[in-house]
C-alpha cells in the first residue's frame, strides 16, 4: 500500500469532527468474520465517505453499485503493519476480519472476491479507501487474502461481486444514509429525434463510466431533444467533467 498513509491523513481529517466525540475505544472483531464488532454505519460517515477525495493529484469519486454489479481487476492486501490503525469510515483495521478498501464502493458494501487463478473466493465488507497503486482494484485484509490464497503472491487477478450493503447480503437498495443524488449533464440538443438518437448513440458510453440519454422537452411550441449522460454522483463530480471541455456549451440538467 504504497499511499495509504495519504489518505489516511486526507480522509482522517474530514472524519475526525464526525467520530472521535463518539467513541474512542478500539472494535473487537472475530476472526474471519465480516460483520461481527461495531459496524460504523452513522449517516455522518455515508456523507463524508461519499464525498470526492485527491490522492496523490488524482480526484477520486465515490459512487454508488447495485447488487450484482461485478468487476474484474487486481488484488492486493495490506496487513500487520496496519492492523489497529484507523480505517478510512472511522473503524479500526483488524488484519483478521473479513474487510477490503476500495477506492470508490460506498462503505459497508459486501462483496464477493473470486481469485481467478483457482476458484478461490471470500465475503467482504468495505471499510477502507484504497489501493492507490496503478491497476489495483481491491485491497483485501490479511485473512481474506488467505482465503483465497494469494498472500504468497502478494496479488492476484479477481472478479468483485456486489451481494450487499451495510454488512448486510441481499439488501436490495443502499442505505438512506447515504445521501445521494443523480446528477445529468447535457451535451446536446436536437430538433429531430434521429440526429439526437445518432449523437447519443456516438457518445453512449463517455469515459468509462457516463451513459448516454435522450428527453424529449418542447421549446417556443416545438419538440426539442436534449441528449445527456447520467452517471455522476455529485455536483462536484459533474463540474469538472464539465471544465474540461469536452462538450461544448454543456450544462448541469438539475430535473
Not at 88 to 104: F, I, L, R, V
Request: with cysteine; glycine share 10%.
Amino acid at each position: 500500500m504504497l499511499f495509504r498513509t495519504s489518505i489516511k491523513v486526507v480522509l482522517s481529517i474530514v472524519l475526525i469532527g464526525f467520530f472521535w466525540g463518539c467513541s474512542t475505544k478500539k472494535y473487537v472483531y472475530s476472526e474471519g468474520d465480516y460483520t461481527s464488532g461495531k459496524i460504523n454505519n452513522s449517516a455522518n460517515m455515508h456523507r463524508a465517505t461519499m464525498q470526492p477525495y485527491t490522492v496523490m493529484g488524482k480526484t477520486y469519486y465515490p459512487t454508488r453499485v447495485s447488487i450484482g454489479d461485478s468487476f474484474s481487476g487486481i488484488a492486493s492486501w495490506y496487513g500487520p503493519s496496519f492492523h489497529n490503525k484507523l480505517t478510512s469510515n472511522g473503524e479500526y483495521y483488524n488484519m483478521y476480519a473479513m474487510t477490503a478498501a476500495h477506492k470508490t464502493f460506498p462503505m459497508n458494501t459486501v462483496v464477493k472476491v473470486t481469485n481467478l487463478e483457482n476458484g478461490r473466493s471470500a465475503v467482504v465488507r468495505i471499510n477502507d479507501r484504497g489501493p492507490f497503486v496503478k491497476n489495483r482494484i481491491i485491497d483485501l485484509s490479511n485473512a481474506a487474502a488467505r482465503k483465497i490464497d494469494m498472500i504468497k503472491k502478494g496479488t492476484a487477478p479477481v472478479r468483485i461481486e456486489v451481494i450487499g450493503f451495510n454488512g448486510v447480503i441481499g439488501k436490495q437498495s443502499v442505505t438512506k444514509s447515504i445521501v445521494l443524488k443523480d446528477y445529468f449533464v447535457q451535451i446536446g440538443a436536437f430538433r429531430k429525434k434521429d440526429g439526437a438518437q445518432r449523437y447519443a448513440s456516438r457518445y453512449s458510453l463517455v469515459d468509462g463510466r457516463y451513459r448516454s440519454g435522450i428527453k424529449k422537452g418542447y421549446k417556443d411550441g416545438y419538440a426539442l431533444y436534449r441528449v445527456y449522460l447520467k452517471g455522476f454522483r455529485s455536483e462536484n463530480e459533474a463540474r469538472d467533467f464539465i471544465s474540461r471541455g469536452k462538450f461544448f456549451g454543456s450544462f448541469i440538467l438539475r430535473e
